[in-house]
């Protein structure tokens, strides 16, 4: 087995009938970087949420198993899920600005976790921290950990949620739309570290995006979502020669590519809209009748 | 789309019946100020020695009629409570409106103008704020006299502030918002903008403080009545009533609880009446 | 052909409020160092820069939302670098500006026809109700809109609304600021498509501004890239694509992942 398998997981509003995820399956290799693609509302963040076990209060899981290294996350009691997601996957968030606590140095914000789900003591905890500063390229590790993080950029600010992110070696890490935020310039910079050390600790990586053009430099394979539905599941290269999917097709017609200024950036024709709603509307009939 | 990230779907729900609630009870109270001389039971200043200290109805040795009981002079409490509301939601009424209308404009005024109309408001506030508000009131009236006018001018002159402050940074937060910046690319004045565009945003938030004034306002009449610096001391007040009753707790509690009771609810109607109109009434949360 | 707008020597500080100090005047830092640049009428211009490059601060300054410190702008032969408000307002009409963000841009209280309505009777216009409606047609939104409000909408429907505002008042450019930079990328297409249309049906000139060199190809016929605060490079966009001078463009380019494995991206 895979060591993250996602298997026909389903979530809802709580009260509500339409289903936020419509029965998503896929799974993550030790080491494999999966691409998560979809437009805003397609539900991608929510998948990232249901395995790390922090989905919203008011949404339910309606059917499905999220499997993280052969335990069946979803049958276990809260304490014990929690203990296994905090020992074996992390998140890197989206917002550089609002994921670290304003009030507090960036050094126990790094250390926590270790001192407080590993059971480290202080001291190695801090020493951890400093190589993980120096291994995102931060100049003066010790300086920035007593540093507040209003006293950093945003680009900085992102390496330590990286380091933060990789602290614990985890297993497993869900990166939430991690360079959104950033210029082009240092997207390019922070992806090139995040790929880095991916490699260098073999960790599996479940990469949700917007962008194209990103999945294509640090992704192996990819699964493209519209309305909580995967309607694509492929390795990367194969994507990007020929995509199966209409709507595949139409969502990479519309990406940005300035070296195809006349091919890129086409609108997404109705007919294939028509025709993936028609899609999602088949799969919800079987449940809804 | 649905905001998932507060469950806001279940906060709306008892928002209904917390509009519902405190605008019964004080609809109730309305009616009952309106009609106190026609449909309180008793005389509110009558006194009789001889049905003095009357337990409530339940009781053993309660008289019929006196539903509440009496107070030491023989005089019915509820039909006091009756005819101290029209004087609590007078109060209420006139004072928290005009302390809304002078706070929320030079609110606005400050947070929206800034520069040197802002320097002056902001400083205006901090040295008002640096009162200590009861001796402040104690002191008005004091040099006013007592009476309803008084007490209205002292709710006024001290808790503006209230209303200034709040509605100054949210002015303040409302002028960064881009369609200021919008308002002023269509060539539209700095006061049509302040009226037009950012008034609309603050008005839920008028709204709640203006509720929540109006329930200030009654435990301040309460109050300056405690002390005995509210209007003439024949006129039954909640806050005279308090007065009295709590010298004789221990004889008849019922003429310290009942006035009380119905403070308090009234209070928290009021604070709970502005809730529930800005979750029922704001379009962005609708 | 005459130049709409005419910018000299452009400079503009803002006050630094997070270093001021507790008494006296905070520092100030200039944001526009000495831009020189002009627009001939029916130009579409893209200007594109990193964040803290300038490039919105000079958007505003073009439409006079900020006032410059030093230099000139000229509108089509009018100086209107120092006009106060009230001077300003009978050619506001005819510079409109599109936001990057439609829900903070968009009054969350009016509705689509309010929105678009309001500055046309302030301008005078009349039969204001067949503006709006005819606005709304331009962008492909149904007439039925105007009666909704902005949270009803999705992000590129609410773009559209930003675009009929600016339309409808019937301006002679129109500023761009990172209109589709919020938007999923298939209704980014769209409203590129829609935008690229209304230009050359409306004979506008556009000043796009974007961090995205992509979407500047694709619409601009002329690129300023702005590297803080300064004109690095001022080139048609088809030269630059080919040969870009500077430096900073060179980073830029060599930046920006495409859609496909196999670019050198290293």
Not at chain 1, 51 to 61: K, N, S, T
């Amino acid at each position: 087995m895979p060591f993250l398998q996602v298997s026909n997981l389903s979530l809802r509003i709580i009260g509500e009938t339409p289903r936020l995820l419509r029965s998503v399956s896929l799974s993550v290799g030790a080491g494999e970087v999966r691409a998560l693609v979809g437009e805003s509302g397609a539900g991608k963040s929510m998948i990232g949420k249901a395995i790390l076990g922090i989905l919203p209060r008011a949404v339910e899981v309606v059917e499905g198993e999220v499997w993280l290294d052969g335990q069946n996350l979803l049958a276990m009691p809260p304490m014990a899920r929690r203990r296994i997601i905090g020992a074996k996957a992390a998140l890197i968030p989206q917002d550089p600005l609002t994921a670290l606590n304003p009030s507090r140095r960036i050094g126990p914000q790094i250390t926590d976790r270790l001192v407080h789900i590993l059971g480290w003591d202080r001291a190695r905890a801090e020493s951890r921290a400093l190589a993980l500063l120096e291994e995102v390229q931060i100049t003066d590790p010790a300086r920035v950990m007593r540093a507040y993080p209003h006293e950093l950029s945003g680009g900085m600010r992102q390496r330590i949620l990286i380091a933060s992110a990789f602290a614990a070696e985890p297993k497993l890490i869900v990166a939430d739309e991690p360079t959104t935020a950033l210029d082009v310039t240092v997207q390019k910079q922070i992806l090139r570290l995040i790929k880095g050390m991916q490699e260098r600790h073999g960790t599996a990586l479940l990469f949700v995006t917007h962008d194209l053009g990103v999945v294509s430099k640090v992704c192996q394979s990819l699964s493209v979502l519209y309305a909580g539905m995967v309607v694509e599941d492929a390795p990367v290269r194969d994507f990007f020669a020929a995509p199966r999917h209409a709507y595949s097709r139409a969502l990479l017609a519309a990406t940005p590519k300035y070296t195809d200024p006349e091919g890129s950036l086409t609108p997404v024709p109705q007919t294939v809209m028509d025709a993936v709603r028609a899609e999602v509307a088949a799969a919800d009939g079987v449940w809804h009748g | 789309m649905v905001d998932l990230t507060d469950g806001r779907g279940r906060v709306r729900r008892r928002a209904g019946v917390r509009l519902w609630l405190s605008g019964l009870w004080l609809g109730l109270l309305v009616v009952v100020a309106l009609l106190a001389p026609w449909i309180a039971p008793k005389d509110p200043l009558a006194q009789d020695l001889f049905l003095g200290r009357l337990p409530p109805f339940w009781v053993a040795g309660s008289e019929p009629g006196y539903w509440l009981g009496t107070d030491s002079l023989g005089r019915d409490v509820l039909s006091r409570i009756m005819h101290g509301a029209r004087i609590a939601l007078l109060v209420a009424l006139i004072a928290g409106t005009v302390t809304g209308l002078l706070g929320a404009t030079l609110g606005l005024l400050a947070g929206f103008l800034r520069g040197w109309v802002d320097v002056v408001i902001s400083r205006m506030i901090d040295i008002w704020m640096a009162f200590p508000p009861v001796l402040f009131s104690i002191l008005l009236i004091a040099v006013l006299g007592p009476g309803l006018t008084s007490i209205i001018i002292a709710i006024v002159v001290i808790d503006w502030t209230r209303f200034a402050r709040v509605i100054r940074a949210e002015a303040m937060a409302q002028g960064a918002m881009d369609y200021v910046a919008s308002s002023r690319v269509a060539g539209r004045g700095r006061l049509g903008t302040m009226v037009e565009e950012i008034l609309p945003n603050v008005l839920p938030t008028i709204v709640v403080l203006l509720t929540l004034e109006m329930g200030i306002a009654v435990i301040v009449e309460a109050i300056l009545s405690f002390v005995n610096l509210s209007i003439s001391t024949d006129d039954p007040t909640w806050g005279g009533m308090i007065a009295e009753g709590r010298s004789a707790i221990h004889q008849s509690w019922w003429v310290l609880v009942f006035p009380l009771a119905t403070l308090f609810l009234t209070v928290l109607s009021f604070s709970q009446l502005g809730e529930g109109l800005k979750d029922r009434f704001d379009p962005v949360l609708r | 052909m005459a130049d709409l707008y005419t910018v000299q020597n452009l400079r503009l500080s803002l006050a630094d409020m997070t270093a001021k100090p507790l008494f006296g005047a905070a520092p100030r830092i200039e944001i526009l160092r000495d831009l020189s640049f002009s627009l001939p009428k029916g130009e579409v211009a893209g200007i594109v820069g990193g964040s803290g490059s300038g490039k919105s601060t000079l958007g505003r300054a073009l439409v006079r939302l900020l006032e410059p410190s030093g230099g000139s702008i000229r509108f089509d032969g009018t100086d209107i670098t120092h006009l106060d408000d009230a001077a300003l307002r009978p050619l506001r009409r005819r510079f409109q500006m599109i936001f990057q963000d439609p829900m903070s841009s968009l009054n969350p209280r009016h509705t689509v026809g309010r929105l678009i309505g309001s500055p046309l009777a302030l301008h005078g216009f009349e039969g204001i109700q067949g503006r709006v409606g005819r606005a709304l047609d331009h962008v492909g939104l149904p007439r039925g809109f105007a009666a909704r409000y902005p949270h009803e909408l999705s992000g590129g429907q609410r773009q559209r609304v930003g675009i009929a505002r600016a339309i409808a008042m019937e301006p002679e450019f129109i500023l761009a600021d990172e209109i589709v930079s919020g938007l999923d990328v298939s209704s980014q297409a769209q409203v590129l498509a829609l935008l690229e249309g209304l230009v050359r049906e409306l004979g506008l000139t556009l000043a796009f501004i974007s961090h995205d060199l992509s979407v500047i190809r694709r619409l601009c016929r002329r690129v300023i890239v702005l590297h803080r605060g300064e004109i690095v490079e001022d080139r048609a966009t088809a030269e630059l694509f080919a040969n870009p001078q500077a430096e900073y463009t060179r980073d830029l380019l060599a930046a920006i992942p495409l859609p496909d494995p196999d670019q050198v991206w290293a």
